[in-house]
């Protein structure tokens, strides 16, 4: 068997496949189609306060750097799969590398004895949710957006004015838990991220008011039910669904949202509006899927091979890891990562 693994995707979880197979001597093909490694998770912003609120950020800069210095981890970026054949313990990769400068790029050709799929996924494009103003005003942003602005020295003022925010709204499952769009399943992720965002925003501004509209909250975890009881002595939660977010000609913004307690119709206003946005398959998955011969499941994430534990595909010798199988956090992800390679090493009989 070609000892040899090809890991395709360069975010947390196929920085730690790589890590993981370089630690029991595995010669690494690591890819990765942008042009630097790192994916979603490098972009976020530490969630610490007074006290670290476990959001995992900061591990992703330790292992990237861990991962570029590897002398056995070849980093490929710009880098794609064309072709794959073979079978477990004989594949043969076509790859191509295109240039930053815009030039023609080149073919490499990679024989390894096994795959892991970690293209992680993307986030839900709010502007679907048209009644919900992204795009539209400024002060409905994304959770994505936020991550940016909580960056060190970022948001010390309104997206749209120069003043520091008063009172603040996250809008959960937006794009999750809606089959009407084909993404009836739970994000998992966007409850906790909320919350954690949610206290870095209170420890800056101390008084700010932060009001949470939700479905119902996912609170499993290690501590994470602690944490949420925590939250609720300071942050108004609202079991209801925004319908519409309206903006007054000073900017202001109206949420007009099913008060599921009350049994009515409420409105409430805010300075931002935060939406959770969800996490949906990446728009390569179909294609990839395709060049490599597996399946993917009604939402369009790569098939586990039915098993809610299993990080094995339909095809031998392939296996996924990360938000490319399903919605995730850093953590998940980084536990699932270990188990694939651990199913690789097995498979190609490498002892650690």
């Known amino acids: 068997m070609n000892k040899d693994v090809l890991v395709v995707g360069g975010g947390i979880t196929g920085i730690t496949c790589a890590l993981e197979l370089a630690q029991a001597g595995v010669g690494v093909h690591l890819i990765e189609k942008a042009s630097s490694v790192g994916g ?53 990769v076509s790859l191509y590398q295109s240039r930053d400068t815009g030039h023609s790029g080149e073919k490499h050709s990679i024989r390894v004895g096994a795959v892991i799929l970690a293209t992680g996924a993307e986030v839900f494009d709010a502007r679907k949710k048209a009644l919900l103003g992204y795009g539209r005003f400024a002060g409905v942003i994304t959770g994505l957006d936020l991550e940016t602005l909580l960056a060190p020295g970022g948001i010390p003022t309104l997206p749209s004015k120069s003043q520091p925010p008063k009172r603040v709204a996250f809008i959960q499952c937006v794009g999750s838990r809606d089959e009407n769009i084909n993404q009836g399943y739970c994000s998992q992720v966007c409850c906790k991220y909320a919350m954690r965002m949610a206290r870095v925003l209170m420890h800056r501004f101390p008084e700010i008011k932060i009001t949470i509209f939700y479905i119902d909250l996912q609170t499993a975890g290690k501590g994470f039910k602690e944490f949420f009881e925590e939250c609720q002595t300071k942050i108004e939660f609202i079991q209801g669904i925004p319908a519409k977010v309206s ?29 959770s946005v969800g996490i949906v398959s990446s728009s390569d998955a179909k294609t990839l899927a395709r060049i490599l011969g597996i399946n993917r499941d009604r939402y369009g994430f790569f098939n586990n091979n039915g098993s809610t534990n299993s990080v094995e595909t339909n095809r031998e010798g392939i296996f996924v890891a990360g938000t490319c199988q399903g919605p995730k956090d850093i953590t998940q992800s980084m536990a699932q990562a270990g188990l694939a390679t651990a199913q690789v090493l097995s498979l190609l009989q490498i002892k650690t």
Request: some cysteine.
């Open 40 to 92: 979603l998770s490098a972009s976020f912003a530490c969630k610490a306060t007074e006290e670290c609120n476990m959001c995992s950020v900061c591990v992703s800069a330790e292992k990237i750097k861990e991962a570029q210095e590897s002398e056995i981890i070849r980093i490929m970026p710009n880098c794609s799969i064309d072709k794959l054949d073979g079978t477990v313990g004989d594949f043969s």
């Open 247 to 275: 903006e007054f000609s000073d900017g202001v913004l109206e949420v007009k949202y099913d008060d599921i307690a009350r049994g009515k119709f409420s409105k409430q206003s805010f300075d931002i509006v935060v939406l």
